[in-house]
């Protein structure tokens, strides 16, 4: 069961990067006319992900407290003993980012309801910034955690 929830934690993970990632470079690198991949990708009206963005965060959230438990006792235990510091102390990181961006996930919404204030929108571009960095540091780690040790 626990690999299992791992594994939806894992592809809920996936559709919150890409998601915040496609919100966040739509605000940070707008495109005016979509002719191509890359300019479609940013060419999105970003408004539009946030709802999205913020059930996908609380979805991955919560599957990642439900496995957490597991980790604690089986990888966190095996890190420390193989003296893996970097790695323990990186997953120790996402953490805190992760709680963080949870506190700020209501003033990340008020920030991109619509109708869109034009005096917000540089908060905008700070919240989303933040979320994305978050988002991928703890994707990033937490895949790097289960490839070091696996929880089963």
Avoid at 103 to 109: A, D, E, I, Q
Wanted: charged share 10%; net charge positive; proline share 3%.
């Amino acid at each position: 069961m626990i690999v299992f929830l791992l594994i939806l934690h894992g592809l809920c993970s996936v559709a919150l990067l890409g998601a915040v990632t496609h919100q966040a470079l739509s605000v940070w690198w707008p495109s005016r006319k979509a002719r191509g991949l890359v300019t479609s990708f940013r060419a999105v009206h970003g408004a539009k992900f946030t709802n999205g963005i913020i059930l996908l965060f609380l979805a991955t959230f919560i599957l990642g407290g439900v496995i957490y438990p597991p980790y604690r006792l089986a990888v966190r235990t095996y890190l420390e003993s193989a003296r893996l510091w970097t790695v323990n102390g990186s997953f120790e990181l996402k953490e805190q980012f992760v709680a963080i961006s949870l506190g700020m996930l209501p003033f990340y919404w008020h920030v991109w309801r619509q109708p869109l204030d034009e005096a917000l929108a540089g908060a905008r571009r700070a919240t989303v910034a933040l979320l994305c960095f978050a988002v991928w540091f703890g994707f990033l780690t937490g895949h790097v955690v289960n490839n070091v040790r696996g929880i089963f």
